[in-house]
């Protein structure tokens, strides 16, 4: 039964990926992200758990089988929508707007993220004390808002900006030095705290932004070359995640294999106690709880987050969440024996599972029909918003998958603040100078030209 469902979810895998084409752009689309994490959470996980006789110890035969077939058939569902929706790419005359004013708001925008978290890492001690620990450990998260914290992301969002403005000019001198000391400081972040969502959600944000922006699609191969890089990368952070920091404990960096070793097996004193954060192991035995109490939270959880997390505890210091209906940590312990790390991550089908149970196969498909949606605006430059909105969800994408859909509420909801700010503001300037040119004799502004600007 474990080896069927085994090359059950190698055959999705494997069909997903025949089904993508570099000339639709699929190089740079979401599927090709999900295929690569459902392969290393549902297949190299249970093979390694296989490998090292671990594969008893927390699931049954039963239940080790199932969290590879749920996922097997959720992978399809998603690809599916995806290559189902085919949009019709029709260019629309755009509104006029100004590329430079543009790129500067990006840059003050990703220079005031980064502010925020130099007062969050002072605040925190100071940079040295701040990054003395590994995974960020010595950081004083609990005494400080996510709005400090958090500020990493409108770095992101704010190049996103600057690569929608350079596809109107050339940018060159200042502009460009300044472009890329905004992203190696977001990325010595993540490298300093052991991140791989801040190492992928940097490099995938200028991957996506540069290629949409400059209308090269690339290959499949090419992209598939590059998030093979950045899984490795991602992998050998959790590794060497205990001296990724600065200053010197005293602790020796592991070996190569073991590092690679040490986010695809569990220990023993983890078997012993029945304790694990592994996602496939937390996923397995999400989904055998939600079938045996068949309870679901329907989005519940969801909503009560998006309605109360923007909340500041500063303003609400009493802020709890209700109650939701569906499982809970204390379920899974009764009913699977797991004890679950602190800080684990279920993955997408563990996380939407909970939500729906098997109903999650919609879900999945519309996941896939709106985000190739939002690419295709994105591609035709339709707006601002869907341009910033398709590559921060690409740079959240192996966060989604990996860790859970939730994942994406606080990253996308905080980076697209600034964008949509400046989206409101420009379009109602535009209204203003339209109104005071409205006469006969006055169609309208013109559309900015091909500006050049070096400096």
């Known amino acids: 039964m474990i080896i069927s469902a085994f090359i059950l979810m190698l055959g999705s895998a494997a069909v997903c990926l025949a089904s993508l084409r570099s000339m639709r752009g699929d190089a740079i689309g979401l599927p090709l992200v999900a295929i690569g994490t459902f392969i290393f959470l549902y297949a190299v996980q249970p093979l390694m758990l296989l490998e090292s006789g671990d594969a008893g110890a927390f699931l049954t035969k039963r239940q080790f089988a199932w969290a590879m077939i749920v996922p097997a058939v959720m992978l399809p569902c998603f ?31 990703a220079v005031i993220g980064l502010s925020f978290y130099i007062v969050f890492l002072h605040r925190s001690g100071g940079i040295v004390h701040a990054f003395s620990k590994a995974h960020g450990e010595a950081m004083a998260w609990q005494g400080n808002s996510a709005y400090l914290y958090g500020g990493m992301w409108w770095v992101v969002s704010g190049e996103a900006m600057m690569m929608f403005a350079s596809s109107r000019f050339k940018v060159g001198g200042w502009r460009r030095a300044a472009f890329i000391l905004l992203i190696a400081a977001y990325l010595a972040d993540g490298l300093l705290t052991s991140s791989r969502g801040a190492l992928f959600s940097g490099c995938a944000a200028i991957f996506a932004g540069l290629s949409i922006s400059r209308r090269k699609l690339p290959s499949l191969r090419q992209a598939f070359a590059l998030l093979t890089v950045l899984g490795f990368g991602a992998l050998m952070m959790v590794g060497y995640r205990g001296v990724l920091h600065l200053g010197n404990n005293g602790q020796q960096a592991p070996s190569f294999w073991k590092a690679l070793d040490a986010s695809s097996a569990v220990g023993a004193t983890s078997v012993a106690h029945d304790t694990t954060g592994m996602e496939f192991v937390v996923s397995g035995a999400i989904l055998s709880t939600v079938d045996q109490m068949q309870k679901y939270d329907l989005g519940l959880r969801w909503i009560y987050f998006l309605a109360l997390n923007p909340i500041p505890r500063l303003l609400w210091p009493g802020k709890h969440y209700p109650k939701s209906p569906g499982i809970t940590n204390v379920d899974i312990r009764e009913l699977t024996g797991l004890r679950t790390d602190s800080g684990f991550a279920p993955g997408i089908v563990g996380n939407v599972y909970v939500e729906f149970g098997l109903g999650e196969a919609i879900f999945f498909y519309w996941f896939g029909r709106l985000s190739r949606r939002l690419f295709a605006a994105a591609w035709l430059f339709q707006s601002l918003i869907s341009f910033c909105a398709y590559v921060m969800l690409y740079a959240l994408s192996l966060n989604i998958f990996a860790q859970g859909f939730n994942t994406l509420f606080v990253g996308f909801g905080y980076s697209m603040i600034p964008v949509v700010l400046y989206a409101l503001v420009s379009r109602v300037g535009r209204r203003q100078a339209t109104a005071f040119a409205g006469r006969p004799e006055f169609p309208g502004l013109p559309e900015k030209g091909h500006v050049q600007c070096s400096s």
């Open 79 to 109: 690809v599916w929508g995806w290559n189902r929706e085919r949009p019709r790419f029709r260019l629309k005359r755009r509104a006029p707007w100004n590329p430079v004013a543009l790129w500067n708001f990006g840059f003050v925008t």
